[in-house]
């Protein structure tokens, strides 16, 4: 089992070193392959908005470590549970992610080559940190408007009960509370509906 040794000298309870990888017994010469299958426990602030991944959950790597000419070619999946909140009802709501990537981490910068270039991942030594490209990929995957449900029908508008738990006819027409009465003067007839 390659993934023996998957917590980094300083990794121990921190997360993130489950995402280094030890690239020795891969060796530079071009062509040469690994494939790794890894839990992995997610790094804190992982998340944007209504969603998020919770820190410490269980990470699903699959990866294939292959040396090129310049570095270590990293293609593989990562798969993420995530936690929020409904965009429309703002229930509670868990799903998952999957996200695939291909990243070249290379040896080093070349000659007179700026290391600090963002776009730009390095190997540090034998060590391949995959957490900034598993970032990277995380944060465009997640959903910007998460929902309970593809026909979540989201809060009434003038109560604000949970339609889905309201369930159909739910209105406030002329039976209304009289106490509603002023309110209903107010146009609300363009209102737009998400
Ligand atoms: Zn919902
Ligand atoms: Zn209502």
């Not at 959903?143 to 009960?161: I, Q, W, Y």
Request: glycine letters at 12%.
């Amino acid at each position: 089992m390659s993934g023996a040794h998957s917590l980094g000298p300083d990794g121990q309870g921190r997360g993130s070193g489950d995402f280094v990888f030890d690239m020795r017994s891969l060796g530079r010469q071009p062509g040469t392959f690994r494939d790794e299958t890894r839990t992995a426990r997610a790094p804190d602030g992982l998340g944007s908005g209504l969603v998020l991944v919770p820190a410490g959950a269980d990470v699903a790597l699959d990866l294939r470590f292959e040396a090129v000419s310049e570095g270590v070619l990293v293609t593989g999946s990562a798969v993420a549970p995530l936690k929020g909140e409904c965009a429309r009802c703002l229930d509670p709501l868990t799903s998952s992610a999957e996200v695939s990537f291909q990243e070249l981490y290379r040896y080093g910068p070349d000659p007179g080559e700026d290391e600090a270039d963002d776009e730009e991942r390095f190997l540090d030594g034998d060590r391949l940190d995959l957490e900034p490209a598993f970032r990277d990929a995380v944060v465009l995957a997640l959903p910007l408007s998460p929902l309970c449900r593809e026909d979540c029908p989201g809060l009434c508008a003038e109560c604000g009960v949970r339609l889905a738990d309201a369930g159909p006819p739910h209105g406030h027409g002329e039976d209304t509370d009289p106490r509603w009465g002023p309110l209903r003067q107010l146009d609300v007839s363009d209102r737009i509906e998400d």
